[in-house]
Nanobody
Framework: VQLQASGGGLVQAGGSLRLSCAAS????????MGWIRQAPGKEREFVAA????????TYQDSVKGRFTISRDDDKNTMYLKMNSLKPEDTAVYFC?????????????????WGKGTQVTVSS
């Protein structure tokens, strides 16, 4: 599976962005997928994930109610809609895919990674 994230940018606090992740390769619709972020000087952290088929989603507590993950397997694309952005959301956001049969919930659950997209939230 090859993954490519896009949609990052510079936004003021309180603003919104929508990230996209285009997937290609074999059996791409059978993977759980998610978003991981890495802020400067910090380790990668789990943000959100969606099961294959899109029936289940899970979020990091700090983004619950603000971020929404979704996927459109007909378009081979996963999305992350981010509302009410805060400066602490500033990071490089990576899309990732998991071969596990349950929804991924940690960085370690991910098997495939795309290049990241920078999100910068100014105060």
């Amino acid at each position: 599976v090859q993954l490519q994230a896009s949609g990052g940018g510079l936004v003021q606090a309180g603003g919104s962005l929508r990230l996209s992740c285009a997937a290609s390769g074999r059996a791409r619709s059978q993977f759980g997928m998610g978003w991981i972020r890495q802020a400067p000087g910090k380790e990668r952290e789990f943000v959100a994930a969606i099961s294959w088929g899109g029936g289940s989603t899970t979020y990091q507590d700090s983004v619950k109610g603000r971020f929404t993950i979704s996927r459109d397997d007909d378009k081979n694309t996963m999305y992350l809609k981010m509302n009410s952005l805060k400066p602490e959301d500033t990071a490089v956001y990576f899309c990732a895919a998991s071969t596990l049969r349950f929804i991924p919930t940690t960085v370690g659950d991910m098997n495939y990674w795309g290049k990241g997209t920078q999100v910068t939230v100014s105060s």
